[in-house]
T-cell receptor, first 112, second 114 residues
Framework: SQQGEEDPQALSIQEGENATMNCSYK?????LQWYRQNSGRGLVHLIL?????REKHSGRLRVTLDTSKKSSSLLITASRAADTASYFC????????????FGKGTKLTVNP | SAVISQKPSRDICQRGTSLTIQCQVD?????MFWYRQQPGQSLTLIAT?????????ESGFVIDKFPISRPNLTFSTLTVSNMSPEDSSIYLC???????????FGEGSRLTVL
């Protein structure tokens, strides 16, 4: 069953604006990850945040994790047209397995 | 990191036939994962393939429909058997490298069943 639920399902912004995507999950996790997918191709890992971390940065990406609310957010600052893609959160469940459970994704469109 | 090659990248298949997708990794990995992504949807895990043992299938997926082979630490195949239009999806192979927790994905195999 799907673990993560992203919102919004679709987001359209102008270049230069910030994009925020949210993810909620249901069970206890070991980590939460964000992936990007361009137009039905393979997924690319963006960032991983562990369950004992609250915030993480990587370039223009900022991820927060609130385990009490079972939610995470991905912020892309100063967006570019090349950021247009679908973004998925995925949860690594407790127990040590490498398998991930993916959310439904947010389709981001950045207009030039 | 890991580089994953999947073949075929896309195919159009007739109802009732079977197709085998190959996944080759450039390094030895313990676990390989097969995901399905139906049109406009997210990824759903089909099964986990360990070398030397039978694959572990997720709820809703069975070995008769999706037989998996894992002959060595760098290669796996997924067969989609007796295909119907509902099997039209992107099938993705992925691997983890253990400590980091992140997964690396192939480019996917886009199957269209007529």
């Amino acid at each position: 069953s799907q673990q993560g639920e992203e919102d919004p399902q679709a987001l359209s912004i102008q270049e230069g604006e910030n994009a925020t995507m949210n993810c909620s999950y249901k069970t206890s996790i070991n980590n939460l990850q964000w992936y990007r997918q361009n137009s039905g191709r393979g997924l690319v890992h963006l960032i991983l945040i562990r369950s004992n971390e609250r915030e993480k940065h990587s370039g223009r990406l900022r991820v927060t994790l609130d385990t009490s609310k079972k939610s995470s957010s991905l912020l892309i600052t100063a967006s570019r047209a090349a950021d247009t893609a679908s973004y998925f959160c995925a949860t690594g469940l407790q127990g040590g397995s490498e398998k991930l459970v993916f959310g439904k994704g947010t389709k981001l469109t950045v207009n030039p | 990191s890991a580089v994953i090659s999947q073949k075929p990248s896309r195919d159009i298949c007739q109802r009732g036939t079977s197709l085998t997708i190959q996944c080759q990794v450039d390094s030895q990995v313990t676990m390989m994962f097969w995901y399905r992504q139906q049109p406009g949807q997210s990824l759903t895990l089909i099964a986990t393939a360990n070398q030397g043992s039978e694959a572990t299938y997720e709820s809703g997926f069975v070995i008769d429909k999706f037989p998996i082979s894992r002959p060595n630490l760098t290669f796996s195949t997924l067969t989609v058997s007796n295909m119907s239009p509902e099997d039209s999806s992107i099938y993705l192979c992925s691997v983890g490298l253990g400590a980091s927790g992140e997964l690396f994905f192939g480019e996917g195999s886009r199957l269209t069943v007529l």
